[in-house]
């Protein structure tokens, strides 16, 4: 296994420098922009090695796997804010933070993976397992029928809507146990020799291809294991203290930058959080590997809408600030368009630039409404 390239050395001293700044500028309390820039700079930074780190891990598994992993560990960062956020009493910052995670990787990321994926295509046209895009709509409709009907409940003032904490706990066990049946399956087929591979033969009617080695490069692995887990362990540390001097920060600079709590978490904190996907989705669309870029993505959505989410409201009750599945209206309507949408542009297996330049501009669309809220 090779070394570390010079340029992955820089770019972790890199990473280093800025966490070690952005602790300076929270404990010394630098000026308010200043030392939120850091914090996010750093955060996006931590999240970048909790990827590469994955990567490398994901070499040694197919891609359902890799992309479950860089999820799973891509949203450590996201985590973290948002509990930091819900116990320093900024609730629109943590719900606007989640919601918004949905909507910067199913519209913005996945958006832009097409784009590219496309764009690398020889007939313009990116192409992936039809599975994952099914099974994450599914995933996404069941958490926009709690959100919706709670709006609905909530809009209407009948007796359902004095009891959104008591609905919102049963709404999160029941997402829980639906996400636990849906990914403790997917996992295994994943680790089944020659199961993607003919899951991907019937749905394209085309000879096998390399498949279950669209995950792994040639050479396989280029860091030991002791070294990838010793990656993944202190990023994941790292970004529970940058989290936390992330949220320290983030009141002060949107207040003296002038823009809304809404936007900050919509945007801000949902493209600082979710780093590893737009870096590794982009990435892997441009070398190509197709399945493993919507993979990523994909199980990033899946998992933050329902996983991450229903587990931050159940924590949330041991924590100052309370999160539920009740949000303003026009996110209800934002969350249940986007899960329309992702399921239109994936659900057959393939997707035309066009389509992802769609998902871009809803996405853009979001944000600017965000900013005036």
Do not use: C
Request: aromatic fraction near 8%.
């Amino acid at each position: 296994m090779s070394a570390l390239t010079p340029l992955e050395r820089a770019l972790l001293a890199l990473v280093a420098l800025l966490t070690a700044l952005a602790g300076i500028a929270d404990y010394g309390g630098w000026a308010p922009v200043p030392r939120f820039v850091l914090a996010t700079l750093a955060l996006a930074g931590l999240a970048w090695i909790v990827s590469f780190a994955t990567e490398q891990l994901g070499e040694r598994f197919g891609p359902g796997v890799t992309g479950l992993m860089q999820s799973t560990l891509g949203n450590l960062p996201e985590l973290f804010v948002v509990i930091f956020a819900l116990q320093k009493g900024e609730l629109v910052v943590a719900q606007t933070a989640i919601v918004g995670s949905v909507f910067a990787n199913a519209l913005l990321v996945l958006g832009l993976v097409i784009v590219v994926g496309a764009r690398r295509a020889p007939d313009g046209v990116m192409r992936f397992s039809k599975r994952l895009p099914r099974d994450t709509a599914t995933l996404l409709g069941v958490t926009a029928f709690i959100i919706v009907l709670l709006g609905l409940s909530l809009a209407a003032q009948d007796p359902a809507s004095h009891h959104v904490d008591e609905i919102s706990i049963i709404g999160a066990i029941s997402l829980l146990v639906v996400y636990l049946a849906w990914v403790v399956p997917y996992v295994r087929s994943d680790m089944l020799p020659g199961v993607e591979e003919q899951v991907v033969l019937e749905e394209s009617g085309e000879e096998p291809v390399e498949v279950l080695d669209e995950a792994r490069s040639p050479t396989g692995p280029r860091l030991s294991l002791a070294l990838t887990l010793t990656l993944l362990a202190v990023a994941g540390a790292g970004s529970a203290f940058v989290s936390d001097w992330f949220i320290n920060g983030l009141a002060p600079a949107i207040k003296q930058l002038g823009i809304s709590q809404a936007f900050a978490g919509l945007v801000i904190v949902a493209i600082a959080g979710n780093a590893v996907e737009n870096t590794a989705g982009l990435v892997l669309a441009w070398k190509g590997r197709s399945d493993l870029a919507i993979s990523v993505v994909k199980n990033s959505v899946a998992q933050i809408a329902a996983f991450l989410f229903p587990v931050l409201v159940l924590v949330s009750f041991a924590l100052a600030t309370t999160l539920t599945f009740s949000l303003a209206p026009i996110y209800i309507g934002a969350f249940l368009l986007t899960a329309l949408a992702v399921a239109q542009v994936t659900g057959d297996g393939e997707a035309a630039e066009f389509e992802g330049w769609a998902l871009v501009a809803i996405y853009v669309i979001l944000a600017t409404v965000a900013l005036y809220e």
